[in-house]
């Protein structure tokens, strides 16, 4: 899978994005949503793993 490399600021002005920018810029974001929510429930598991054998200290 080729990376591409954008500069994505949140807030930025959009104005001069064209249709297809927009549409690819969505498509980049929403990958890497679900690729931060694998990541966050993979570590939820270890946590909840970690604190059944050690203890919750939380």
Avoid at 8 to 21: A, H, T, W
Avoid at 26 to 54: Q, V
Wanted: charge should be negative; avoid cysteine.
């Amino acid at each position: 899978m080729e990376k591409l490399k954008v500069d994505i600021v949140v807030g930025e002005d959009l104005y001069g994005l064209s249709v297809v920018e927009i549409s690819e810029r969505i498509t980049l974001l929403s990958d890497e949503i679900s690729r931060l929510e694998l990541e966050l429930t993979k570590k939820k598991e270890e946590r909840e793993a970690a604190d059944n054998i050690f203890g919750s200290n939380g």
